[in-house]
């Protein structure tokens, strides 16, 4: 059974900085390609971002794209979202994912969710 815990999520002024964790448990991170999508009151999950097993191919979304940077340590079995130039829309519950397959923004995709975290921007 995969376990994935997110953490790092709080809040934060407009303009500031977070760097989201993922941890992954049960299995090695290398088995995976992972993402972040995030979900506000109200509205739809969205993709963020997301990553190829090996961290040599990363995608994001256009509205997150020079603010955001996915990264991978598979030897600690960690996936991270640094944040940075936040903005009151970037506020949600951020989720973390993995798949089997290549990395996708397809929510639908993805074979195991963690609980998320928490991010709450202030203007």
């Known amino acids: 059974q995969v376990h994935l815990v997110e953490s790092g999520g709080g809040l934060v002024q407009a303009g500031g900085s977070l760097r989201l964790s993922c941890a992954v448990f049960?299995?090695?991170?290398?088995?995976?390609?992972m993402a972040w999508f995030r979900q506000a009151p109200g509205e739809e999950r969205e993709f963020v971002s997301s990553?190829?097993?090996?961290?040599?191919?990363?995608y994001y979304a256009d509205s997150v794209k020079g603010r955001f940077t996915i990264s991978r340590e598979n030897v600690k079995n960690t996936v991270y979202l640094q944040m940075n130039s936040l903005k009151p829309e970037d506020a949600a519950v951020y989720y973390c994912?993995?798949?089997?397959?290549?990395?996708?923004?397809?929510?639908?995709?993805?074979?195991?969710w963690g609980q998320g975290t928490q991010v709450t921007v202030s203007s």
């Open positions: 049960g299995r090695a991170l290398s088995s995976y390609a």
């Open positions: 990553i190829s097993w090996s961290g040599d191919y990363t």
């Open positions: 994912a993995a798949t089997v397959n290549r990395p996708t923004g397809v929510a639908g995709l993805y074979d195991y």
